[in-house]
């Protein structure tokens, strides 16, 4: 059993910053990838960064140069730290995570519950 814990979020005025953080726990033997997707009412759920074991990263266009993306490997933690934030950021973030919980097992993809992301105008 894999457990998502996201933490962070909450509202915001334009231009200001915000912290999500992701912790994994459980059962896990190896971690492939870990990011955030986010969710704004009325659309799909949307790449927002990610971070492979290597420590490659990659964003979606409207979040570079504003948002960055980290990974503590000791930790099993992910962050996503959020600056100069705009209205248009609003939405729902997911912690989404690639995973093996045993040597030869498949990965397996996991999300978190999601944490609001308010950016007012």
């Known amino acids: 059993q894999v457990q998502v814990v996201e933490s962070g979020g909450g509202l915001v005025q334009a231009g200001g910053s915000l912290r999500l953080s992701c912790a994994l726990s459980?059962?896990?033997?190896?971690?492939?990838?870990m990011g955030w997707y986010r969710q704004a009412p009325g659309k799909q759920r949307d790449l927002v960064a990610i971070i492979n074991s290597e420590g490659s990263t990659n964003y979606a266009d409207s979040v570079k140069g504003r948002f960055t993306i980290s990974r503590d490997n000791a930790k099993n933690t992910v962050y996503l730290q959020m600056n100069s934030l705009k209205p248009e950021d609003t939405a729902v973030y997911y912690c989404?995570?690639?995973?093996?919980?045993?040597?030869?097992?498949?990965?397996?993809?996991?999300w978190g519950q999601g944490k609001q992301v308010t950016v007012s105008s």
């Open positions: 989404h995570t690639n995973l093996r919980v045993r040597q030869l097992s498949v990965s397996s993809v996991y």
């Open positions: 459980g059962r896990i033997f190896s971690i492939n990838t």
